[in-house]
């Protein structure tokens, strides 16, 4: 009976394994175009003053470990229609004694492309340990956590979680942000199999369904496979992608 279990268990996990690879592109949008103009952006606290900055990209804390080409400044920017949605979170947040702390926000497509460029180095596996330690890194592209084409490039997709101000900390997720896994999975069930990963518990779960209880009300949808990935339903640039760099000249130039 012992084994019996044990293959079971395997075969289930197996089957999440085939579904995360069919459920988790976040690339639906059919071909977009590359546009330099940036003069539709804000830059996200000049809209949210409180909001709490945690760019991870622009730090050497990430899954690559090292700062990524487009990041000229430790700022986000995001589509004018997507900033003032998120206003609207942190405010409601707000009465609830948290704070949005936002780790991603609009992405360069030299982003997007050095992260496919790292991927085809196997050997570079400096940060394996904190982001992947379950997966090999040739499967990266394969299963899709690293692609050629990211909602973010649109301007209108944040990667974000909650600060708690009593507490004056982030709040538990269950996993870090980035980390490649079925953990990562918004929806996955206290004490689901998740792999190597320890499942969440109950608090964990309850943290998530609030932040994404807060921005589906205001107009965002979740993204299957990250509990922090939020797009804006109705994003003014669905069939764009953009290239200019993070900074507050791509926007000054844009406005000139």
């Keep these: ?3 019996t279990y ?8 197996m089957l999440i394994s085939v579904c995360t690879l069919m ?11 590359p546009e330099k103009d940036a003069s539709g952006f804000v830059v996200l606290t000049d809209v949210v003053p409180d909001v709490i900055l945690e760019i991870r990209y622009y730090s050497t804390y990430n899954f690559i470990g090292r700062r990524i080409p487009g990041y000229e400044e430790p700022i986000a920017i995001l589509t004018r229609q997507a900033a003032d949605s998120l206003k609207k979170v942190n405010d409601d947040l707000k009465h609830q004694g948290y704070l949005l702390k936002v780790f991603d926000a ?8 050095y992260f496919m460029e790292w991927a085809k180095d196997v050997n570079d596996t400096l940060m394996k340990p904190y982001f992947y330690p379950e997966l090999d890194k040739a499967v990266l592209v394969p299963q899709e956590y690293v692609a050629e084409k ?8 944040i990667d974000l979680t909650l600060f708690d101000m009593k507490k004056e900390k982030e709040v538990d997720m269950g996993c870090t942000y980035d980390y490649f896994g079925l953990a990562s999975h918004p929806d996955v069930q ?9 499942p969440i518990n109950q608090q964990q779960y309850d943290n998530r369904m609030i932040l994404q209880k ?3 009300a205001h107009g965002f949808k979740p993204y299957d496979c990250e509990w922090w990935h939020f797009t804006l339903a109705n994003e003014p640039y ?19």
């Design 1 to 3: 009976m012992k084994i």
């Design 6 to 13: 044990l293959l079971t268990r395997q075969a289930f996990l």
């Design 23 to 33: 459920a988790c592109n976040d690339d639906s949008s059919p071909e977009v175009a």
């Design 106 to 113: 609009y992405r360069p497509q030299k982003a997007v492309d």
């Design 150 to 157: 990211s909602g973010h490039t649109r301007g209108s997709t």
């Design 190 to 198: 206290p004490g689901q199999p998740v792999g190597a990963y320890q």
């Design 214 to 216: 807060a921005m589906m």
């Design 238 to 256: 669905p069939n764009t992608y953009f290239v200019f760099p993070i900074a507050r000249t791509s926007l000054e130039v844009a406005c000139k």
